[in-house]
């Protein structure tokens, strides 16, 4: 578990246990939390990934992770705490870090 997560940085967290619709199992998650944030609270705000693409949802937007397709899934943004994050996979490209603040502005900026 990584002290201080990277914004922009995949990492393996475990999304157990989960409720209703929410995403569940270890599964690959992009930290979008500021890194200043990350450094002094115990959580981090984080989207799950998912390999079933849905193209035509404005919610996700469509990387490749670690050299497989997968979707970041923006509708299921959740604070977890830091200890549920395993290891570092990959990390956004610029292009694909703006484009995700893009899509969360849109849903969530007002």
């Known amino acids: 578990m990584p002290s201080s997560p990277s914004r922009y940085a995949i990492y393996f ?4 246990p989960a409720v209703g619709g929410e995403m569940r199992r270890v599964r690959p998650v992009v930290v979008v939390s500021q890194n200043e944030m990350n450094r002094f609270l115990e959580t981090v ?3 799950p990934l998912t390999s079933v693409l849905h193209p035509e949802w404005r919610a996700r937007l469509q990387i490749e992770c670690a050299g497989n397709r ?25 292009e694909e870090a703006a484009q995700l603040r893009r899509i969360i502005t849109e849903m969530y900026g007002e």
Do not use: Y
Request: hydrophobic content about 45%.
């Open 13 to 16: 967290a475990n999304l157990n």
């Open 45 to 47: 705000v984080v989207c």
């Open 70 to 94: 997968a979707e970041i899934a923006v509708d299921q943004i959740r604070t977890i705490r830091k200890q549920r994050l395993m290891r570092q996979i990959d990390r956004l490209s610029a």
